[in-house]
C-alpha cells in the first residue's frame, strides 16, 4: 500500500528524516556502546556511569520508536520533526550532565541535529531549534556551577557554543531557501516540460502527415499511428528494436541516400506520399521522415479553390444568368425568324455554349450548397423511381437500362442529392456506351450495414492514365462537358456520409455508391 503524504511535504522530505532517525540510531548505539565500554574509567563522575547508560539506552528506545512514526507518517511531519530535535536536545542535556569531559563534544552533535533539523525540515523552525539548545545548554551549564562541578571560566566557551547554534541555524536557514527555491524552479519546468510532452503527442497523433524518426543504422526510434496507416503497416512497430526496412524497405533504401531538405515521391498501398528528411543532428546521426500524403494535400487544394469559386459564382450567378437568359431568348427568335443554313448553324452553336455555361454555373451553385441535408428515406420502390426520372430525364429508352435490386432496402439519403448523383453517372454511362438494349446496368446490394449502388456501361471504358483524375475538379475527355460532374457526385455523396469510386475493371466503366443502411 502507499503511504500517506502529508499536505505541504513531499516525499523526500519523509526519505530525509528517515535518514535523520537513521543516523540518531546509530548515534545512539554508539553512545550504548562507549557507556559499556568504558564503564570502569574516569571519564564519568562517580555514580554517574548508570546514569549515562540509562539515558542512552532510553536514547536508543526512542529512536526505535520514531521509526513507527515515520513508517506510518503520523502524526505530521512537523511534529514528528519537532519531537526529534526536542529528544535530542533533552538527552543530550542529561547526558551532559553526568560528565564535564563529554559535554563540550555532546554540544558539537547536538550542532549537527540542528544542522540537519533544518535541512530536512526546509529551513522552518531552524532559529527555534537553535534557541532551544542554547537555552538547555546554559541550564545545564548553570546548574554545573551552582553544583561546584564547572567554574564560571567555561560560560565563554558555552557561549560560543550558542553563537555556533544560532550560525549553523542561520546557515542551514538560508541554504534550505536556496534549495527550495531551486527545488520548486526544477519542478515547474518539469511541469513544463510534461505538458509539452503531453502537446507533442497530442500533435503528433492528430497531424495529418506522418512522423518516422529512425537512427543512422536505420532502427526505428519512434514511429506516429498515422506514419503507420500511411505506409500500410498492419503490425505493430517496437521502438528501438524493429528496422525501418522491415517496414518499408523502399523507403529504407531511399532514406539513406536522402540529403537534408531533399524529398521524393512514394507509392504505397494506402496512399501516394512525398517523404521530406529532417536530420536531427545526434551522436547516432537520428533523422526525422515526414510522410505527406499527397491525395490529402490535393484534395484540400481543390477543396479551397472550389470554395473560393462557389462563392464568386453565388455573387455573381445573377449578373451571369441575366445575359444568358437574354442570349438564349435571342437565339432562339433568330432561330424562328431566319431560314438560311448557315444563320441557323450559328444560332445552335450560340444556343449550345450558352446551354453549356448555364450547367456550368448550375453545378457549381450546388456544390456551394452541398452541406445543407434533408435526409429522406428511401427503399426499392423509391430508388427504383429516382432512376426512373433520370432515366426520362436523359430520353434513354427504357429498355437500354437494366435494373437490378432487392426487394428489402432501405438507406437515408438527401433526395436532390442523390437525384444529382444518379442522374450524373447515368447521364455518363449512356453517353458513353453503346447506346442499345441492356447497354446500361444499374444493382444494388446489401453488404453487412452498408447499401451498394453500381451503375455500369458497355462501353469502352476508361484509360488507366485518366483513372486517378476522373474525381479532379475541370478534368473532361468530352468538349462539351463541364468536368465537374463526377467531381461534384463525389462530393455530394461524402456530405451524406456516403463514398462514390471508380471500379475498375473489364468490360466498360462502372461506379460504386457505397452508402449506410438504416433499418
Known sequence: MPRPTTPGYFASHWRSLDYFNLYRLTLAAALVFSALLFSTSDLFRQGTNARFQSYAFVYLVIAALFVLGIRARWPGFQIQLTAHITTDIVLFMLMMSTSEQLAGGLGLLLAISIASGGLVGSGRLTLLYAAMASIAVLLQRGFSILGGNAGTDSLFQVGLLCAGYFAIGLLAHALTRRALHSEKLAQQQADELALLNRINALAIENSPDGLLAVRGDGVIRHVSPRAL???????????????????????????????????????????????????LETPDNSR?????????????????????????????????????????????????????????????????????????????????????????????????????????????????????????????????HLRQIVWNLLRNAWRFSRKQAGSIRISAQVQGNNVQLEIGDDGAGIAPAHQ?????????????????????????????????????????ARFRLTLRGSE
Request: aromatic share 4%; proline share 6%.
Open 229 to 279: 496507416t500511411l505506409l500500410g503497416v498492419p503490425r505493430a512497430v517496437s521502438p528501438g528494436v524493429t528496422r525501418l526496412e522491415d517496414c518499408s524497405p523502399e523507403l529504407a533504401r531511399a532514406s539513406q541516400q536522402m540529403k537534408p531538405g531533399t524529398t521524393f515521391a512514394l507509392n504505397t498501398i494506402a496512399a501516394r506520399l512525398q517523404i521530406r528528411c529532417i536530420p
Open 288 to 416: 526525422v521522415l515526414v510522410l505527406e500524403d499527397q491525395s490529402q494535400a490535393e484534395q484540400a487544394a481543390q477543396r479551397l479553390k472550389l470554395a473560393a469559386l462557389g462563392r464568386l459564382t453565388a455573387n455573381i450567378a445573377h449578373e451571369i444568368r441575366n445575359p444568358l437568359s437574354a442570349i438564349s431568348h435571342a437565339v432562339q427568335l433568330l432561330g424562328e425568324e431566319t431560314h438560311d443554313p448557315v444563320q441557323t448553324r450559328l444560332a445552335g452553336i450560340i444556343e449550345n455554349n450558352a446551354r453549356r455555361l448555364d450547367r456550368l454555373v448550375e453545378e457549381v451553385l450546388t456544390l456551394n450548397r452541398r452541406d445543407r441535408l434533408n435526409p429522406a428515406s428511401f427503399d426499392a420502390g423509391a430508388l427504383g423511381i429516382l432512376i426512373d426520372e433520370s432515366r426520362q430525364t436523359e430520353e434513354i429508352p427504357a429498355d437500354a437500362v437494366i435494373v437490378d435490386m432487392p426487394d428489402r432496402l432501405h438507406f437515408q439519403f438527401d433526395p436532390d
Open 468 to 508: 486517378d483524375k476522373l474525381f479532379e475538379p475541370f478534368f473532361t475527355t468530352d468538349a462539351q462537358g463541364t468536368g465537374l460532374g463526377l467531381f461534384l457526385a463525389r462530393e455530394l455523396a461524402e456530405a451524406n456520409h456516403a463514398a462514390l469510386s471508380h471500379v475498375p475493371g473489364s468490360g466498360g
